[in-house]
């Protein structure tokens, strides 16, 4: 299945949603969102990654990139990953960088 | 207005790839601003080609000669624009003469190289699955990044006097079935297992070989099972840059760097620092037979010690040596270990076989190797550990005279053999061991080397275990498919009176009292303490005393032995922690055997089964030493008073104890001949009943504690 990254900015958080394969070709278009993303200094990063199938050690590359590119201030949300996912972000350590949880609630974000 | 670079633009097109004159230095492929930088030495080669592949295609995509204008003296670099770093590997082809009698080089350029730098090599990415032999490239150069989030991460330095050493197998360590962990087998398996590290009380584990070899090298059927046995333990290194990625669950995603970083962070910030064994006297390669991998093919003569015929020297008993004191392979070898300590965070390093380092080109040993003292003083290094294993298979045996310029420990074989011959109750061993328990400083003290010069360890990787050195006269090798004429023979082992297992009480019981003795012995000895993986547990490997080969419950340690061998763990568990809380065990200078703060008492006083006098004679096997606590660390700590008492005699003593100053009273903290309790947490020692002596039983140890 083809890549696709969304990116939704609201006053504090960017919100990317990851659907489909993300690997060497395609971690570019997740690259140039995470910048766009970082552009509006945002407090936090949502990515939603329940439609995201394969990660690629490629797009986990593009998270420690979105990890120094925000700042150590900004939390980084890794949304509904599927257990593949997680299970490289575990093995890899990924998952210490980031915040990793089954559900989101925007409206609970934007007020921390 | 900031101006784009213009020194990032490529300068000429070659077979539909952007091209640029590249920088010599540093060799390897470094990524670039566009692009990455390809450099490699060789001094003989005509010419060298860039061969570069889609990962795991079985053909090239493209090779790319290097202009003669990009060769600077005997090194070739060059810049290759818009490549897609994930997905390449690369390699060369050298090529140059094939001259057996002048020069001995064996280039040929049907073979494609791996990058002696290489910081990331496929080809055995997952741990035993069988390549592809017509594969024509094996050991894939890959790129690296460099972005690993290290946050605030940082070698530990822990004093070296303070340190506790566990030697293990990544593989071994977890890949058993009982031990519970989601990735048996690898760097991933590790970071589960601290906890368990933290609760023995170990500060510092020691990797058997990480560097990434060929599991398969040798490889061939036992012949009594036909089980297949391996090139398991890794002492034959393909790659000094890149770590092991069948160690890695995700070595299949080619992402090891990071997994073991991740294991490396995880260590520091748990206070746990790491070590590595590293294997810099040989390589994959072999003798004249072996594979053309990359630095034969690059530059034999350079990177091997050849004999006049053209032959290798085989210093290192596997095959060929590498030539440490040309300065090329030296540097190498400094890059390499530079490289490790600022980008694995790696706080010390063990050498295999160190003593080859001190050789020179001929094969001769040097008074001053180059290569020994340009480690001794790299400011990179600076704070690492520097271990030598300070003999070789060439007859060097150097232990007490390692070439160190301030710096180098040593594995102490001596205090190995002396601890195993006394322990089993060998005559004429008393004044050995003093000397082994204050440090060693007959072998250090005279040259200025400090008590942690003395890696002091009873077992090893290589050798018993210490279950089958109390368990086994003879080795028992059969497994390993050379009609038991590997491993050592000089084992310094004692069953204890039947060989192998046993139902007997009396032989099981004395058998666990001898471990008990052999680690309470080695925690209260000053130097570095290092334990074998499975030690604390009574790991077995069946009287196999060189299991090099076995990927298989020989070497796995067996987590059902936590239960089982408890009581072991327990007392395993205490020493460490009684070492770890009485800096008069752990002192950075030798004892000068006289009171020089006042006290009383002098900084270590010898006494036997009558205070105050020893019994040095050949026929004596008992020995007993007081610490005088405010002497610990050169008087600038106060500690409580520590007395040792060791019978090795098969009857038990009375020892009288000396007098503590008034106020004081000893209590015990262990008692390998009591039961049922043996060992107390420190803190918790009950007061010895009798202040003026103790019976001590037959082969056991008293360590009492003066508070």
């Known amino acids: 299945m083809a890549f696709n990254a969304t990116l939704e900015t609201t006053k504090d958080t960017a919100k990317i949603t990851l659907s489909g394969e993300l690997d060497a070709s395609s971690a570019p278009i997740f690259k140039t969102e995470v910048e766009k993303a970082a552009a509006n200094h945002p407090k936090h990063l949502v990515l939603m990654m329940q439609d995201l199938e394969y990660m690629a050690s490629a797009g986990l590359r593009v998270l420690i990139f979105a990890k120094q590119k925000m700042g150590a201030d900004v939390d980084i949300y890794v949304v509904r990953a599927q257990e593949t996912i997680l299970d490289t972000l575990q093995k890899t350590g990924f998952d210490q960088g980031v915040i990793v949880v089954d559900e989101y609630d925007e409206a609970q974000l934007e007020k921390v | ?707």
Request: aromatic residues 12%; glycine residues 8%; contains cysteine.
């Open chain 2, 1 to 707: 207005m900031v101006l784009e670079r213009i020194d990032i633009h490529p300068t000429r097109n070659e077979r539909g790839f952007k091209l640029r004159r590249g920088r010599p230095l540093p060799f390897g492929a470094t990524l670039v601003p566009g692009g990455v930088n390809f450099s490699i030495f060789s001094r003989y080669a005509k010419s060298c080609t860039l061969v570069l592949f889609k990962k795991h295609s079985p053909e090239p995509m493209v090779e790319i000669p290097f202009p003669d204008e990009f060769q600077v003296g005997n090194v070739f670099s060059m810049i290759v624009f818009d490549l897609d770093y994930e997905n390449i590997e690369y390699g060369y082809r050298m090529d140059g003469p094939v001259n057996h009698d002048k020069g001995h080089h064996r280039f040929d350029s049907s073979k494609i190289l791996m990058d002696p730098y290489a910081k990331v090599i496929g080809g055995r990415d997952i741990w035993r699955e069988t390549p592809d032999w017509n594969n024509i490239y094996q050991h894939r150069s890959r790129l690296v990044f460099d972005d690993f989030d290290w946050e605030n991460d940082r070698p530990l330095e822990i004093p070296s006097e303070d340190q506790v050493i566990y030697e293990m197998h990544v593989r071994s360590f977890t890949r058993h079935p009982s031990s519970s962990v989601k990735h048996p087998g690898t760097y991933a398996a590790i970071r589960e297992k601290i906890p368990y590290l933290k609760e023995l009380g170990v500060n510092c584990i020691e990797l058997l070989p990480i560097y990434e070899f060929d599991e398969f090298e040798n490889s061939r059927p036992n012949p009594q099972t036909g089980e297949m046995l391996l090139n398991y333990w890794g002492y034959s290194t393909v790659g000094f840059f890149a770590p092991k990625a069948g160690y890695a669950a995700t070595g299949k995603f080619g992402m090891q760097v990071d997994e073991l970083k991740t294991l490396i962070k995880e260590l520091h910030r748990n206070g746990i620092a790491v070590i590595l064994d590293v294997v810099f006297n040989h390589t994959a390669e072999g003798n004249e037979k072996g594979p053309t991998i990359s630095f034969r093919g690059i530059d034999n003569q350079t990177y091997y010690m050849l004999t006049p015929e053209g032959y290798y020297f085989n210093f290192s008993g596997t095959g060929n040596t590498l030539n440490c004191n040309n300065p090329i392979v030296r540097n190498m070898v400094l890059d390499c270990l530079r490289y490790w300590a600022s980008e694995y965070h790696i706080d010390g390093f063990r050498f295999d076989l160190a003593s080859i380092l001190g050789r020179d080109p001929w094969g001769a040993p040097m008074a001053n190797p180059p290569l020994l003292e340009s480690l001794a003083f790299d400011p990179i290094l600076a704070k690492c550990n520097l271990i030598a294993e300070a003999w070789d298979a060439g007859g060097l045996y150097q232990v007490g005279s390692f070439p160190a310029f301030g710096r180098w420990a040593e594995w102490n074989g001596k205090y190995r053999d002396g601890i195993r011959k006394f322990l089993k109750g060998e005559p004429g061993r008393v004044g050995d061991m003093a000397q082994r328990l204050q440090g060693s400083p007959d072998l250090y003290a005279w040259a200025g080397r400090a008590p942690a010069t003395s890696i002091n360890f009873i077992t090893c990787h290589d050798g018993f275990t210490l279950t089958d050195l109390v368990s086994f006269n003879d080795k028992h090798n059969e497994a390993n498919g050379e009609n038991n004429n590997d491993g050592g023979n000089d084992n310094d082992s004692w069953n204890c009176g039947a060989e192998g297992w046993t139902d007997d009480p009396g032989i099981n019981a004395l058998r666990k009292r001898q471990i008990k003795n052999a680690v309470a012995m080695l925690m209260v000895s000053q130097g570095v303490p290092m334990v074998l993986m499975g030690d604390e547990v009574g790991r077995s490997q069946q009287g196999n005393n060189n299991t090099y080969c076995h990927d298989n419950e020989l070497n796995w340690l067996d987590w059902t032995l936590l239960q089982s061998n408890n009581d072991l763990f327990q007392f395993f568990k205490h020493c460490i922690a009684f070492r770890n809380a009485h800096p008069v065990l752990r002192n950075q200078n030798h004892f000068r055997n006289v009171d020089y703060v006042g006290s009383g008492y002098a900084d270590i006083t010898w006494h036997g089964t009558q205070a105050w006098n020893a019994d040095w004679s050949d026929s004596s096997r008992t020995l007993a030493f007081m610490l005088c606590g405010k002497h610990a660390k050169s008087g600038t700590v106060v500690d409580n008073y520590i007395y040792v008492a060791i019978n090795m005699h098969w009857d038990a003593h009375w020892f009288e104890i000396p007098g503590l100053p008034p106020g004081m009273q000893w209590h015990v903290f262990a008692n390998t001949g009591a039961t049922p309790a043996d060992i107390w947490a420190p803190g918790t020692e009950p007061q010895l009943e009798n202040q003026s002596g103790l019976l001590v039983g037959d082969r056991s140890v008293v360590i009492l504690v003066g508070k």
